[in-house]
């Protein structure tokens, strides 16, 4: 199974940035999927999740700013990000999940500075 991060970079506040996950190795439609990051210092927090039908759901501090959708044909995933913050720097990690099994990509850093 491989989850491959990519899109990930150095965006000005304010600025938009879409970053993508590439999924292998399983029945992606099958699985839920979902954004993670992990700034330094702290845990790695919900970002967004979508299922295989695409319900989405948005922690609370993406107050609108975050779209996360799915291309079940090509088995990717990406997260839209806008109007975004000093705190919004982070390692974004994508994850499958289906049942107990879970899943991890490698992470792309995004950076948010001026």
């Known amino acids: 199974v491989q989850l491959q991060a990519s899109g990930g970079g150095l965006v000005q506040p304010g600025g938009s940035l879409r970053v993508s996950c590439a999924v292998s190795g399983i029945i992606f439609s099958h699985h839920a999927m979902a954004w993670y990051r992990q700034a330094p210092g702290k845990q790695r927090e919900l970002v967004a999740s979508i299922t295989g039908g695409g319900f989405t759901r948005y922690a609370d501090f993406v107050e609108g700013r975050f779209a996360i959708s799915r291309d079940n044909a090509k088995a990717t995933m990406y997260l839209q990000m806008n109007s975004l913050k000093f705190e919004d720097t982070a390692v974004y990690y994508c994850?499958?999940?289906?049942?107990?099994?879970?899943?991890w990509g490698q992470g792309t850093q995004v950076t948010v500075s001026s």
């Open positions: 994850n499958a999940q289906r049942g107990l099994y879970r899943y």
